[in-house]
Nanobody, 124 residues
Framework: VQLQASGGGLVQAGDSLRLSCAAS????????MAWFRQAPGKEREFVAN????????TYADSVKGRFTMSRDNTKNTVYLQMNSLKLGDTAVYYC??????????????????WGQGTQVTVSS
């Protein structure tokens, strides 16, 4: 499956932003989809994931209550709605996928497909 992330940009602290990730080449609803992020000098970290039906989701503690992940299986697209953005949210955001159903998989090593990344910069 091929993944194309978009929606990044430069925003101020407290603002909102919505990322999108369009998938092609696979049966979309058979994939767990995820967002990861990587800040300069840091390891790639898990942000959120969602199962094929969109019912089950997992969030990193650092984004709980601020970020919401969703998917539209009719459009083969996942979204990450990011509210109350903080300086610490600045990073390149990547969408990722693996074929399966277990949303407990939060390590980057567990994902087989990756998008190209989209930059999110939060300024004060």
């Amino acid at each position: 499956v091929q993944l194309q992330a978009s929606g990044g940009g430069l925003v101020q602290a407290g603002d909102s932003l919505r990322l999108s990730c369009a998938a092609s080449g696979g049966i979309f609803l058979t994939y767990v989809m995820a967002w990861f992020r990587q800040a300069p000098g840091k390891e790639r970290e898990f942000v959120a994931n969602i199962n094929g039906s969109g019912v089950r989701k997992t969030y990193a503690d650092s984004v709980k209550g601020r970020f919401t992940m969703s998917r539209d299986n009719t459009k083969n697209t996942v979204y990450l709605q990011m509210n109350s953005l903080k300086l610490g949210d600045t990073a390149v955001y990547y969408c990722a996928a693996f074929r399966g159903a277990y949303i407990g998989r939060t390590s980057a090593n567990g994902y087989d497909y990756w998008g190209q990344g989209t930059q999110v910069t939060v300024s004060s």
